[in-house]
């Protein structure tokens, strides 16, 4: 492949590395196979992955809880970074050449993948490929998440659940641009706790603190007026009782589970708004307004250097495997990331 960000259509292989699922199960059954390169659809851009993020649905879809939608790789894989290196006629907002991160819908485990144009974004400057790749499953997430359906307001608590995961640093940090809003973090380590306090937040060990006290304590009794949850489970109840009157809670994942006995009175006294969403069967004009609020708002944030991709490891592709195993154990920091390079 050339070395500058120039490609003609004979530079492109005929073929691709790719990581695959052989059955649905442990982190053993991802491997690395010859795959074809993705065909380009309407308004596509066919990428050069140069490195991809791993996320939690990615695990849940090797196990086999998580289908890719109707008509999208098979592929794991939901961010990018790389090179434009082909397009269909009907995309107009990218050249070739043109360095890109963005959100799919699956292929991302690969050395090539196809992204529709309007889920895609300018790396910001002064980003490179590894922490550009971070960025949009993250941030498309938690800023719908918190402020398009929580709509965080200035002087808010928030409290995210999770503080030193890929969502919780970037909520984190999205929510310190607000003015005077007290931002509660929740980990399970001294290290972790130490991270949340380093981006400028309250950390709760929840292991030997009790979040609900601790919060209903640092606000005089009012509570949190937003909630970012990833853990369903016992904390549904938890997280109604935290909750400040009108507060909003919002559930991105359930790694306790989705099942839980909860009392509804406090819900209707408090005036609580219980919402959640899911990302990759959203419409496409959906996304689009996402990717767009994030060049506004957040793109000029990143390269202000106000925030910043926490990157905890890198694994090569073939690894992939690997870095599954290394976020089951839950010891990460930040996020994990794919890189292409031999």
């Known amino acids: 492949m050339p070395t500058a960000n120039t490609f003609s259509k004979s530079d492109i292989p005929l073929n691709m590395q790719a990581i695959t699922i052989k059955a649905f199960g442990s982190w053993q059954e991802l491997e690395l196979v010859k795959h074809d390169i993705p065909a380009i659809q309407a308004g596509e851009l066919l990428i050069k992955v140069e490195a991809a ?6 695990i849940l879809q090797r196990r086999g ?3 890719a939608p109707k008509g999208a790789s098979q592929i794991l894989g939901l961010e990018i970074a790389g090179i434009v290196v082909a397009k269909s006629s009907s995309a107009d907002k990218y050249n070739i050449g043109d360095e890109i991160c963005g959100l799919v819908a699956g292929g991302g485990y690969a050395q090539y993948a196809t992204i529709h144009q309007d889920t895609a974004l300018p790396i910001p400057k002064g980003l490179n490929f590894i922490e550009a790749a971070s960025l949009p499953e993250t941030y498309f997430t ?6 398009d359906r929580a709509a965080l307001k200035d002087g808010e608590t928030i409290l995210i659940h999770g503080g030193t995961s890929g969502i919780g640093v970037a909520a984190i940090q999205i929510a310190r641009q607000y003015k005077f809003a007290k931002i509660f973090a929740t980990a399970a380590s001294e290290a972790k706790c130490t991270t949340i306090r380093s981006l400028e937040a309250t950390a709760i060990n929840y292991l030997t603190q009790d979040y609900v006290a601790t919060i209903k304590a640092e606000t005089a009794g009012k509570g949190a007026d937003v909630i970012l949850d990833m853990v369903g489970g016992d904390y549904v109840n938890r997280n109604i009782q935290v909750a400040a009157k009108d507060g909003r809670i919002v559930n991105i994942a359930y790694l306790n589970g989705s099942i839980a006995e909860v009392d509804f009175m406090p819900v209707m006294l ?25 060049h506004k708002n957040i793109w000029p944030l990143i390269e202000a250097g106000k925030i910043k991709p926490i990157i905890d490891n890198i694994f090569s592709l073939k690894d992939a495997g690997l870095a599954h195993k290394y976020m089951e154990g839950g010891s990460h920091i930040g996020k994990l990331i794919l890189t292409t390079a031999s």
């Open 53 to 58: 993020g791993v996320n939690r649905p990615d």
């Open 65 to 67: 809880h998580y289908p």
């Open 142 to 147: 938690v800023w719908n998440n918190m402020i």
């Open 270 to 294: 408090k005036r609580l708004t219980l919402t959640g969403s899911t990302l990759r069967n959203r419409p496409l004009a959906e996304k689009d307004k996402i990717a767009s609020a994030l």
